[in-house]
């Protein structure tokens, strides 16, 4: 399979797998923020009742999660792409 239709190929799967990632990574998110915060809800932004560091550490750890869950997504597809294929997808 050349480049290109391997890249066309795993384009949709990529999608699907993004939101998936973020779905799941919000998730242990909220789960994570729970444990450790022991509130219910993680701060916004625009919560004029939260400090600027509970705001900012909500928002970091937030990233961090999103990023690691999206990196193994990503990877665990691409594997998986090329358990089906034979190829890696570039």
């Known amino acids: 399979?050349?480049?290109g239709i391997n890249k066309a190929v795993y384009r949709p799967v990529g999608v699907l797998l993004g939101f998936a990632a973020g779905a799941v990574a919000g998730v242990v998110f909220r789960q994570v923020?729970?444990?450790?915060?022991?509130?219910?809800?993680?701060?916004?932004?625009?919560?004029?009742d939260r400090g600027w560091g509970e705001v900012l550490a909500a928002?970091?750890?937030?990233?961090?999660?999103f990023s690691v869950v999206r990196a193994a997504v990503d990877r665990g597809g691409a594997v998986g792409v090329r358990r089906l294929t034979g190829h890696w997808p570039d």
Do not use: H, R, V, Y
């Open 1 to 3: 399979m050349s480049k």
């Open 59 to 65: 928002a970091a750890l937030q990233g961090a999660i």
């Open 33 to 48: 923020w729970k444990l450790t915060a022991g509130d219910g809800e993680a701060p916004s932004a625009t919560d004029e």
